[in-house]
């Protein structure tokens, strides 16, 4: 008599965390979004940005896999030249993107609370209004799987 045994292998994928993905964009265009991360087989750890010009209102938008995050559509009214981190929400509208002020350089908070990962992950950034021309920044923590 033979005894077949099945053997079930867990998967684990190894991430390798990667250089900062950076954008920043002097004298950006109203409603035009800015690429910050446009990567494969990746994983995101933050999401922060800036805007140098006084009065603006900044909106971050993440497509993961084809299903797009974004704000309420209001942006969030950015006080010139403070961080803020991109967090998103699952206990009010599930999948919407909300914003809070962060302290430069604490983006290893881990903002999202837990990692956010797709097959294709593209971050983008723009400024909805156009009340001056100071530079907006993005910077995403990320890891890509090997």
Not at 43 to 56: A, D, S
Not at 82 to 88: C, E, M
Not at 89 to 94: D, K, L, R
């Amino acid at each position: 008599m033979s005894v077949t045994r099945h053997v079930t292998v867990i998967y684990r994928p190894i991430w390798s965390a990667q250089p900062k993905a950076v954008v920043s964009q002097p004298n950006p265009i109203q409603n035009q979004w800015y690429s910050v991360l446009d990567a494969t087989n990746s994983k995101l750890y933050t999401i922060n940005f800036r805007v140098q010009g006084v009065g603006e209102t900044i909106q971050v938008q993440a497509t993961i896999d084809g299903h797009i995050f974004a704000d309420d559509g209001l942006g969030i009214a950015a006080v010139a030249g403070n961080w803020y981190v991109t967090l998103i929400a699952f206990h009010t509208v599930p999948g919407e993107l909300q914003y809070s002020p962060s302290g430069w350089p604490d983006y290893f908070n881990m903002a999202l609370h837990d990692s956010l990962e797709g097959k294709q992950v593209k971050i983008e950034i723009r400024k909805i209004t156009n009340n001056g021309n100071g530079t907006l920044d993005g910077v995403v923590c990320w890891a890509k799987m090997t």
